[in-house]
């Protein structure tokens, strides 16, 4: 699976956008780019996926360039409770078993 | 959407001592289970995989006679932490998704507190 790389760290105020890059610069064609956020202490939440098209849900907007090597998660009004570790994670879609490997992520802080 | 639990929820054993830890998929068969581990700050890290009636796939690095995985049933995985040492404390997260759905998501259960005293 392509590798990611993301911010360690990022602050946002109360209801603006948060924005939330991630680089997958060795992405291949048939791999997905999946988003998943991690509240303190719980399990991880799927946010939203993607192969090459933009994509949004009740959630979040998912915003992949053209040459695939980078995609941006918009959190369109930021609250307090979006306050997460998120994870871009790269991944093939399955014939068999999904394998999700997540790296450091983003450590998101909503300010209020 | 998809509900995984887990049993119990944190638990505290003495080192030498081995503990069953649960993951259930509540309202849909899950075909394919995970198991991560997490240690404070750091990321997840998957141990294995588990595919429902056939033996558990580990990934390199994780001794698979120490962490035993049972994936009987379309609904159960027990991940089991045999003779557990205070280096095996950690959070431990199980996912499932069913292979037979068009569904890309993974759901997670909400952890397992592992402490080894």
Redesign the interface.
Known sequence: DAKTTQPPSMDCAEGRAANLPCNHSTISGNEYVYWYRQIHSQGPQYIIHGLKNNETNEMASLIITEDRKSSTLILPHATLRDTAVYYCIVSARPQGAQKLVFGQGTRLTINP | GAV?S?HPSWVICKSGTSVKIECRSLDFQAT?M?W?RQFPKQ????MA?S?EGSKA?YEQGVEKDKFLINHASLTLSTLTVTSAHPEDSS?Y?C?A?D?RTSS????????T?LTVT
Do not use: A, H, K
Request: a positive charge; charged letters at 10%.
């Open positions: 995984v887990q394919t995970f991560y990321s997840l890290m998957l995989t595919n796939t959070f997260i996912s998704r292979l890309y998501e993974q759901y997670f259960g909400p952890g507190r």
